[in-house]
């Protein structure tokens, strides 16, 4: 089983840059898609983006395209996502989590699909 660490988190100016890291240990991340999720206060867990262990066929939340971006480095076991221009509606905890399952496009956007779970980092934008 997989364990998942994530870092990169804290507190960035609106239309600032993160770069989130997901590193993966006992086992090897390529076996796994992977996914980032956030949950924001009072909120529910949401679905950011995903990328799959074939082919690295990736997916986002439709209203984060283009400012985010998933990216996985099977070499060094560890998953990344990059998020610009931030505002403060992407406040949240930001966690990675993975499956060995296949799981088509839609799938990819629900939680419960997922089996391993990192603890989370906190991300604030904010002035």
């Known amino acids: 089983q997989v364990q998942l660490v994530e870092s990169g988190g804290g507190l960035v100016q609106p239309g600032g840059s993160l770069r989130l890291a997901c590193a993966a240990s006992?086992?090897?991340?390529?076996?796994?898609?992977m996914g980032w999720f956030r949950q924001a206060p009072g909120k529910d867990r949401e679905f950011v983006a995903a990328i799959k262990r074939n082919r690295h066929m990736t997916s986002y939340k439709e209203s984060l395209k283009g400012r985010f971006t998933i990216s996985r480095d099977n070499a060094k076991n560890t998953l990344f996502l990059q998020m610009n221009s931030l505002s403060p509606e992407d406040t949240a905890v930001y966690y990675c989590?993975?499956?060995?399952?296949?799981?088509?496009?839609?799938?990819?956007?629900?939680?419960?699909?997922?089996?391993?779970w990192g603890q989370g980092t906190q991300v604030t934008v904010s002035s």
């Open positions: 006992g086992s090897i991340l390529s076996t796994y898609t």
């Open positions: 989590a993975g499956t060995t399952r296949g799981l088509i496009t839609s799938s990819l956007w629900s939680a419960e699909n997922y089996d391993v």
